[in-house]
Each structure stands twice: as C-alpha cells, then as structure tokens.
C-alpha cells in the first residue's frame, strides 16, 4: 500500500477537519493513511463538540489510518513553536517514508509542505479550503498570505481546490496556473440529512422555539466573516410583516456576546434563539423553514450542502464557492456580502410563498449528491492514482 501523510492544525468540527477526517477514513483501505494534526486547544471546543471529534478519530484508526499529535503545530504565527513543529514534521516525514504528502490550510499548508520537501517527498499536495488572501484580515496581512502561497506554489506539484470560484482566484491571484489545480468539492454525508425522522412541533418546543411562526436559521461559526451581525439586523427588516418569525443561531464564536447584546438592544431576545454548538444538527435542518448563510467570504460552504440535502431553500451571500452551490431562484436566493437589505428581501420572499420553498427544497436535494462523500473520495483517488503513476515517482 502507498503510504499518504496528511497534515492539519487542528481536528475540530470546522470543515476542514471534517472533510480530512472523511478522506484519511474512506481512503484507508487503499492506502497507509497517517493522519498529523496539533493538539487542537484554540478551537475551545465543549465536552460535546470533543466527544465528537474523538469519536470521527476513533472510526479513522478502526479502519486503518495511523493518528499522531505533535503538540507544536498550533494555528497561531509563533515563531519557536513553528519551528519545533517544522523539525517535528521533517523528522516523522523522514522515518514514515510516505510518497504523498497532502496539507491543509494556510499554517498546515507552509510547514507541513516545507517539511516535505526537506524529506524529499515525491508528490507534495495542498488543499487551502478556501484562502485568505481577501476578507479575513487587514491588507498587510492579507498581502503577506498572497506572497507566501505563490513562493509555496514552487514547491507544490498540485493544489485541490474546494470550488471553481477558488481555483479562479489562484490563477487570477498567479498563486497557481490552471494545469495544477484539480477542483474536488468537500464532500458531506448527504444520506445523514436526507433521511431524518423528527417531530417538529415536539422540536421546536424542545428548542424554545415559537410553535406559530416560521423559522429562519444559520449554522456556524459566530464570526465576522461568517456574516451573522448582518443577518440579524437583515431580520429586523423582516421582523417589520412577520414579527413571529424565530431565527435561530447554531454555533459559536468571538461574535456570540455581541450578538446577543444587539438582539437585546433590537428589543428581539425572544425571537433570537443561540443554541450554541449542538450535535443534532440534522433534526434542527428539519425545523427550519429557510436556511441562511450570510458569510463574506467562504471557501465552499458545506453546511450549504447539509441544508440543501434536509430539503430547505437557502439564501447565501453570492461570494466564493457559495457559488458553486446556490443557483440564483433555482434552489434559493444570493444577496451581496454585508447586503442586510437584499438578504431580507430574499427570506420575506421565501417566508411568502410555501410553493417556492418547497420547490426550491426538492431542487435543493437533488442538487446536493453532487456533493456527496462517495464522489469526494472517488476524485481524491483519481488525483493520488495519476500522481503516483506520473513522473513525479522515479
């Protein structure tokens, strides 16, 4: 079996360390899976949110793939941990032997990659899942990760990008050119969200949810790039025809305080539910009459996915790899980034007509197998097969 090295900062129940899981999980039949990631501590994650993360580890090394933990790899810029995680990563790369390595995000991506080249890897593979060359930080910052990925561009034979929107950017940015790109979409457990049984009335009220009214929900991360301020302030316009709509936040993040803060202010704390990070996601899709997913930026956006497999009609932000996913009035609505108006606009529409949205929900579900796990693995083997039939392994 060929030996594949996989290297991430953090295993957490972000996207990128789900859609890692997934692949060292499924591929670990096939090829000697190792998995390398940091101890995970910035992510803060709960009891649940670790329970659940363990236990998509423990179904990884019960099929095959090896797990090892080097502490010093950390998500942070810190200089002296940074290069204990670089000569940790040379030295296991050099006693593991693999043929490929694959990276994932920015901080992963630059020492997991440069340690790969010291050990003199055949085929060196990075996946950014999304990038931050815009959107995240200031320009300075931002201009530095720009530099950075073309000067790793050298030592990178092929780059996966989650969306056709993030390839463009690589080449419009000249990050990558076109013949080193392959676009492989995350894959997401479609079946998990297509096939739940819950009652909703008993759901809503085990939610604290209003048993009349509709309810407009978001699942994620409750940080400025994912756009949730301008959510809830887009439902004060919508709250003006529909006042017993309840929106509902999924998640957490340094935004949470101040969200909460603002819905008191608006007068809505009744009607702004925060249920912080839950487990049951798939029964809490089924409550929700539209999904929304405001970010201002996004690498692909699976939770998309997941609301489009549960049968609901979305309305998102027209950036990034959303685009990938939404299609303008076929299976929901695109609002420009940071555009409250246009995304109340969007869910009055859907809260309007019970016609549309079950159209759009039914369109949404078919959408959503494009997307599955099976396909995301079966592309990834197609990548690792032609590499390590081509040039690149002597």
């Not at 692949?23 to 990631?37: D, G, I, N, P």
């Not at 329970?51 to 095959?64: H, L, P, S, W, Y």
Request: aromatic letters at 6%; a positive charge; charged letters at 25%.
């Amino acid at each position: 079996m060929n030996k594949v090295v996989h290297i991430i900062t953090r295993l957490d129940m972000g996207g990128s360390a789900q859609n890692t899981l997934l692949t060292c999980r499924e591929l670990s039949r096939k090829y000697e899976m190792v998995l390398v990631h940091g101890l995970s501590i910035e992510s803060q994650m709960t009891d649940r949110e670790k329970e659940t993360v363990d236990r998509g580890i423990r179904e990884a090394v019960e099929r095959g793939a090896k797990v090892i933990a080097i502490p010093s790899l950390v998500r942070r810029i810190s200089p002296v941990q940074d290069l204990k995680a670089l000569f940790s990563l040379w030295r296991l790369l050099i006693r593991e032997k693999p043929f490929i390595v694959h990276t994932h995000t920015s901080k992963a991506g630059i020492l997991g990659r440069l340690a790969a080249k010291l050990a003199r890897v055949p085929i060196i593979i990075h996946t950014p899942h999304g990038h931050v060359f815009y959107g995240h930080f200031g320009l300075l910052v931002s201009r530095f990760f720009l530099l950075t990925e073309r000067l790793m561009a050298r030592i990178t034979d092929r780059m996966v990008a989650l969306t056709q929107a993030e390839r463009n950017d690589h080449i419009a940015l000249s990050v990558f050119s076109p013949e080193k790109i392959d676009t492989i979409h995350s894959g997401v457990d479609v079946d998990r969200f297509m096939n739940v049984r819950v009652n909703i009335a008993e759901k809503k009220r085990g939610l604290g949810l209003n048993s009349k009214g509709l309810v407009v929900g978001t699942v994620g991360w409750l940080l400025p790039i994912k756009g949730p301020m301008h959510l809830l302030k887009a439902m004060s316009r919508v709250w003006e025809s529909h006042p017993e709509t309840n929106l509902v936040f999924v998640g957490k993040g340094d935004l949470e305080i101040g969200l909460k803060e603002e819905a008191r202010r608006m007068g809505v704390s009744d009607k702004a539910i925060f249920l912080g990070w839950r487990d049951d996601i798939p029964e809490i899709m089924q409550v929700l009459d539209v999904f929304v997913l405001p970010s201002l930026n996004e690498g692909m956006g699976r939770v998309l996915v997941e609301a489009m497999a549960a049968g609901k009609p979305v309305v998102a932000s027209g950036v990034g790899g959303i685009l990938d996913l939404v299609k303008e009035g076929q299976n929901g609505f695109l609002a420009g980034p940071g555009d409250e108006k246009g995304l109340a606009i969007a869910i009055k529409k859907l809260l309007e007509d019970k016609e549309m949205r079950e159209v759009m929900g039914k369109r949404g579900r078919e959408m959503a197998q494009d997307f599955s796990v099976e396909k995301m693995i079966e592309k990834i083997d197609i990548l690792y097969e032609s590499l390590l039939h081509s040039d690149l392994v002597e």
